[in-house]
């Protein structure tokens, strides 16, 4: 795999990925952010 490609293919590479992805709903997303949130905290705070 060559890792030596440009912005502008590496833009369209994404979006050809976002363009194959099925629509997320407002509640869905909703969703998905509070379990992100929820994993995200850790019971013992670094000071």
């Known amino acids: 795999m060559s890792y030596n ?3 502008m293919e590496r833009a369209r590479r994404g979006k050809e ?3 194959r992805q099925q629509p997320v709903t407002l ?3 909703r969703e ?3 379990r992100v949130k929820e994993m995200s905290q ?3 705070k670094k000071h």
Request: net charge neutral.
């Open 5 to 7: 490609i440009s912005f």
């Open 17 to 19: 990925l976002l363009q």
């Open 27 to 29: 509640e869905e997303a």
């Open 32 to 34: 998905q952010a509070r």
């Open 42 to 44: 850790s019971k013992h």
